[in-house]
C-alpha cells in the first residue's frame, strides 16, 4: 500500500510566519505535488517535482516556494504566511509510468489557519 | 470557462437506485482521466481510471466520449457508503496539466 504522510493534521499560525508543510512518501514515486482545496474551488496544483530537486510551478505558485532535496521528500513553504492562504493543503505523490497513466496518492492533508 | 466542469449536486438518491453524472473537459489534447471519491474531512483517492473503450468495476461503470469531451460515472445500485464527492480528473501530455474538477456531492439516503 503507498503512503503518503504530511506532518501535520491541524496548524494555526500567525501572519507573517514562516510556515513549513512536510510530507513524505514511501513507495519510490518520482513525482509529488502540493495542493490547496478551498470550497467551491477544488483543488488546486501549487507546485509539483518530477525529480530530485527538480520543481515546477503549478496553476498558484504565489506566496509558496517548494524543496525536493530526497526523493521520498517534498517540502511545501509559505514565506510569509498571509490569511488568504487559509486552506486545506494536500500532498500527493505518483508514478509516471504509461501503464499506469497518473494515478495520484494522496496525504490526509493539513488544515492551516492563518490568523 | 472552466477547463473541467462537473455538477456540484447535491444529487441525493435512494439507496438502490442507479445514479450517474458527467464531467466535460474543454482541451481535446486531454490524454488521461479519472474519477477520484473524496470522503468528507478526508484525502481523495482514486476510484477508477476511465479508458477509452470505457470500464467497468463492480457496480461502478466509467465512459469516455472524446468526440463531446466528457466523461461519465454510473453508480448501479447505490449503497449508503457510496455517499461522497467524485471528483473528476483530466491530464494532458504536459505533467503540470493535471486538472481537477470542484466535484459533484452525491448523498445516498436509506
Known amino acids: 500500500d503507498v503512503k503518503v504522510t504530511q506532518s501535520s493534521r491541524y496548524l494555526v499560525k500567525r501572519t507573517g510566519e514562516k510556515v513549513f508543510l512536510e510530507c513524505v512518501q514511501d513507495m519510490d514515486h518520482e513525482n509529488m505535488f502540493w495542493y490547496r482545496q478551498d470550497p467551491g474551488l477544488g483543488l488546486r496544483l501549487i507546485y509539483f517535482?518530477?525529480?530530485?530537486?527538480?520543481?515546477e510551478k503549478g496553476d498558484i505558485p504565489e506566496g509558496y516556494s517548494v524543496s525536493r532535496e530526497k526523493k521520498e521528500r517534498f517540502s511545501l513553504i509559505l514565506e510569509s504566511a498571509s490569511t488568504n492562504q487559509t486552506s486545506m493543503y494536500l500532498c500527493?505523490?505518483?508514478?509516471?509510468?504509461?501503464?499506469?497513466?497518473?494515478?495520484?496518492?494522496f496525504g490526509p492533508g493539513t488544515r492551516l489557519t492563518v490568523t | 470557462r472552466k477547463e473541467v466542469e462537473q455538477d456540484p449536486g447535491p444529487f441525493n438518491v435512494p439507496e438502490g437506485a442507479t445514479v450517474a453524472f458527467n464531467c466535460t473537459y474543454s482541451n481535446s489534447a486531454s490524454q488521461s482521466f479519472f474519477w477520484y471519491r473524496q470522503d468528507c474531512r478526508k484525502e481523495p483517492k482514486l476510484l477508477m481510471s476511465v479508458y477509452s473503450s470505457g470500464n467497468e468495476d463492480g457496480r461502478f461503470t466509467a465512459q469516455l466520449n472524446r468526440a463531446s469531451q466528457y466523461i461519465s460515472l454510473l453508480i448501479r445500485d447505490s449503497k449508503l457508503s457510496d455517499s461522497a464527492t467524485y471528483l473528476c480528473v483530466v491530464k494532458n501530455s504536459s505533467a503540470s496539466k493535471i486538472i481537477f474538477g470542484s466535484g459533484t456531492r452525491l448523498s445516498i439516503r436509506p
Open positions: 517535482s518530477y525529480d530530485v530537486k527538480m520543481k
Open positions: 500527493a505523490s505518483s508514478l509516471s509510468t504509461k501503464d499506469r497513466g497518473y494515478e495520484q496518492y
